[in-house]
């Protein structure tokens, strides 16, 4: 049998499943979950990462090991929620939207050479609709195994976040990808997924999207979330432009199991940030 390693696997000895919220974070870079206890505790973390380069369909079929191999996927909960972070999305103008054309949007910015499901989210605060791809063979598995999930887009959990006044990018960094948003003068102006094979490109990526926003890097706050350390040299190379940069917090609203407080905050911050988007 195909085996999957997690790169965390954490999971509290007692836990009320029938009482317990799932979510689960799911994209390209691979599959988060997280289980929140009615008493606000969140009482298990789990990440498998995908390995760099491989395919869709050697993806396809890890989720469906882990489908069958993971305790947490076993059980039943009270609530299930379902994140999706494929990148493959783009911001319309609510006075632009219309779906019969998403298909063509969506082909003309990343091609048509692999197709899918075509979804969209109305971001509220913003009056927009978030047009999204997620590949088919990926949406099929999902409603079989997780029929009852609610499903949005990690994205659009992002923007309809509260944003504060001034210029700020939230990152969240993967092993091999980083997502961001920018926001000018309190206004949402970018959700974007990079790929980056270095420290050097992923800063590329960085500086590079603030100039194509006219937002000079001293002037921005990098709210920093996902798997990087103060002592890597992925941080040195983003510090160089960057100098007001902080590591997000565990909400404040919950509690935690101490196994998962025994790791850097920022490490999953954000998977614990979408209990409160629901």
């Not at 994209?27 to 395919?55: H, Q, R, W």
Request: contains cysteine.
């Amino acid at each position: 049998m195909q085996h999957v390693n997690p790169s965390f696997y954490i999971q509290a000895p007692e836990i009320n499943f029938e009482t317990a919220q799932l979510f689960v974070e799911a994209g390209p870079m691979g599959i988060s979950l997280v289980v929140l206890e009615a008493d606000t505790c969140f009482k298990a973390l789990v990440n498998y990462p995908f390995t760099i380069g491989s395919n869709e369909h050697e993806k396809l079929e890890k989720l469906k090991t882990l489908f069958r191999s993971d305790i947490l996927f076993q059980k039943k909960y009270t609530k299930t929620h379902l994140f999706w972070s494929f990148a493959e999305s783009i911001l319309v103008p609510a006075e632009l939207m219309y779906t019969e054309g998403n298909s063509k949007m969506m082909n003309l910015v990343f091609g048509d050479a692999s197709q899918g499901i075509i979804r969209s989210d109305f971001l509220y605060k913003h009056n927009l609709h978030h047009v999204y791809r997620i590949p088919e063979s990926v949406v099929d598995l999902f409603s079989t195994q997780l029929p009852t999930a609610t499903q949005t887009h990690l994205f659009t959990t992002l923007a309809n976040r509260h944003l504060p006044e001034g210029h700020h990018i939230f990152a969240t960094f993967y092993s091999n990808s980083l997502t961001l948003m920018l926001c000018k003068d309190g206004k949402l102006q970018v959700v974007q997924n990079f790929d980056y094979t270095n420290p050097d490109e992923c800063a590329f990526y960085l500086l590079n999207v603030c100039k194509g926003f006219d937002v000079k890097p001293d002037s921005v706050s990098l709210h920093i979330n996902g798997m990087i350390d103060e002592k890597s040299g992925l941080y040195a190379a983003i510090y160089k432009y960057f100098l007001n940069m902080e590591f997000d917090k565990l909400p404040e609203e919950y509690t935690y199991d101490k196994a998962i407080t025994d790791h850097p905050t920022h490490f999953f911050s954000h998977l614990f940030a979408l209990a409160s988007c629901v």
